[in-house]
């Protein structure tokens, strides 16, 4: 008798672990996995791993204020506001050197408030920080892919070090079939799985750069280099859309590197002479006082998110005779961890100035996304960009 109780009893502590196992694999698989699967490499914290993240919102646009705020208490992230300018405030003689006059409006007060969130990395001496404009979107596993990512970060540097020390590449001998593209970007790059996996500490994107474009809208591709790879690949990545999804609006061609690489693949790498956008960033104490310099100081002849693409392609020094300093080092991602997001109410940059193109509720490249998912919290998680539609 007393066994027989024992025995359903058993039993019934059996099922309920089995239960409770079942429906914590399922909430982790979900929600949960992208925080804890980080916690140990220093990015599961409020700020990401950098040791500040700063918003850029101008005071007027409080709708985005609102957005911005539910999605950083459901993931967790705190961080501080830097105001929006309006650029009637500017006075003529705050502008460097340049044509800032045929710079539209939108574009000069944009310009603005990134400098300050830049001074404000200077003033306060921060080793990191991380630079979010106010109407974007991630996925729900955005540690997870940070995680991915400050491994690549920490790596890329000496990789592209090591290529450069070694150029000019091998020139092909004449005889030689030239190799198809596919197969020139898989020798022009290393999977993720073959880079050091420690965390140095305190830093898990490491120091060794100057800018981490993590919010783009299409990023050019380096030359390829299959003698001394300057590419890591992350494969089976099921963060990533399929390569149809993979345009930065509606009607866009393809992005470049989406037909290079087998699907789900995410590709980490030095920005080329082309970086659109600037949704979210990265930047170094060095890689700050650089950007201030430049662009607060020297020249503004276009918007910020043009004048940094050029300035990591190189292009700054050709034109103004840089001759202080190597090109910044600047790493990016495709496709890119955060994206702008275009709300019911029509969305649309009033400080960026992108608004228009391809307009959707949404945002592209971010299948599970935080964004989407303010509303539909207690729903489930919806994706996106389902790889069949
Ligand atoms: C998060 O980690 C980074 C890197 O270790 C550190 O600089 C920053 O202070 C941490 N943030 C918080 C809120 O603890
Ligand atoms: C800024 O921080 C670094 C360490 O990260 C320190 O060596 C340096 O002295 C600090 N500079 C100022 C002005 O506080
Ligand atoms: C970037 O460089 C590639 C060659 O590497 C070239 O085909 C392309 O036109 C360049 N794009 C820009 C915007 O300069």
Redesign the pocket.
């Known amino acids: 008798m007393l066994l027989q109780i024992h025995g359903r009893f058993f039993l019934a502590a059996i099922l309920c672990l089995v239960t409770l196992f079942f429906i914590f694999s399922l909430y982790d698989s979900r929600l949960g996995s992208s925080s804890r699967l980080a916690a140990s490499d220093g990015i599961a914290n409020k700020t990401l791993g950098f040791e500040k993240i700063f918003v850029i919102n101008a005071p007027w646009r409080t709708d985005r204020k609102d957005a911005m705020s539910l999605m950083a208490s459901f993931h967790d992230i705190s961080f501080d506001w830097v105001d929006g300018i309006d650029p009637e405030q500017i006075k003529e003689t705050a502008y460097p050197p340049g044509n800032h006059r045929e710079v539209n409006q939108g574009a000069r007060g944009c310009w603005r408030a990134h400098m300050n969130a830049l001074r404000e990395v200077i003033t306060q001496n921060l080793s990191t920080a991380l630079i979010f404009e106010d109407d974007i979107d991630w996925d729900i596993r955005l540690r997870t892919q940070l995680s991915s990512f400050a491994r690549a970060a920490r790596t890329l540097p000496s990789l592209i070090q090591q290529s450069s020390s070694h150029s000019p590449q091998h020139p092909p001998t004449s005889k030689a079939k030239p190799p198809n593209p596919t197969d020139l970007a898989q020798r022009s790059s290393i999977p993720l799985t073959s880079t050091p996996h420690s965390t140095p500490s305190p830093d898990p994107y490491g120091r060794d750069w100057d800018i981490l474009y993590l919010g783009h809208c299409g990023a ?1 591709l380096p ?1 390829p280099s299959p003698f001394h790879p300057t590419r890591i690949t992350h494969t089976d990545d099921p963060t990533v859309p399929v390569p149809k999804h993979l345009r930065f609006r509606s009607g866009a061609s393809q992005d470049a590197f989406a037909t290079l690489y087998p699907p789900h693949t995410r590709l980490y790498h030095r920005t ?3 970086t659109l956008c600037l949704h979210a960033y990265a930047v170094t104490q060095r890689g700050a006082r650089k950007l201030l310099y430049h662009f607060g100081m020297r020249d503004f002849s276009q918007g910020f998110d043009f004048a940094v693409s050029d300035y990591c ?1 190189g292009d700054l020094r050709r034109r103004i005779g840089e001759r202080e300093g190597e090109k910044p080092v600047c790493l990016t991602v495709q496709p890119p961890l955060v994206s702008q997001y275009w709300s019911e109410s029509g969305g649309g940059g009033d400080i960026t100035g992108t608004g228009g193109a391809g307009r959707m509720v949404g945002s592209r490249y971010v299948r599970w996304s935080a964004r989407a998912g303010l509303g539909r919290r207690w729903s489930g998680v919806g994706d996106q960009w389902p790889d069949d539609e």
Do not use: R
Request: aromatic share 0%; net charge neutral.
């Open positions: 050019s030359p080329a002479n082309s392609g």
